[in-house]
Nanobody, 126 residues
Framework: QAQLVESGGDLVQPGGSLTLSCAAS????????IGWFRQAPGKERKGVSC????????YYLNSVKDRFTISRDNAKNVVYLQMNSLEPEDTAVYYC???????????????????WGQGTQVTVSS
């Protein structure tokens, strides 16, 4: 069965770091753009970062630019989100999503993705 599974969420103090992983099983990520989204309680799901199929294009939400880094290892079928200098405002459930883009080597921060993981909780608190 094709699925995405996120991992790496945890409780971390402000200023700390976490790396989230998004592992695909049952299908290859080679032709898929990947997006990371987050949803805080009472708020809409928001795009945080995305990466194109080969990784040559990446995009970030302004508030995480210079703190978060998205990367992928297609050989391992995994996408990562390295998060540094975490702030309480980063607290949310983080989801990864995969989609075949209409144009090669593109990705978007809107939730136009076909497959979604179940999410992993990130809590930033002292």
């Amino acid at each position: 069965q094709a699925q995405l599974v996120e991992s790496g969420g945890d409780l971390v103090q402000p200023g700390g770091s976490l790396t989230l992983s998004c592992a695909a099983s049952g299908f290859s990520l080679d032709n898929y753009a990947i997006g990371w989204f987050r949803q805080a309680p009472g708020k809409e799901r928001k795009g945080v970062s995305c990466i194109s199929e080969s990784g040559i294009k990446t995009y970030y939400l302004n508030s995480v630019k210079d703190r978060f880094t998205i990367s992928r290892d297609n050989a391992k079928n995994v996408v990562y989100l390295q998060m540094n200098s975490l702030e309480p405002e980063d607290t949310a459930v983080y989801y990864c999503a995969a989609g075949v883009p209409p144009v090669r080597e593109m990705c978007v921060l809107t939730p136009r993705y076909e497959r979604w993981g179940q999410g992993t909780q990130v809590t930033v608190s002292s």
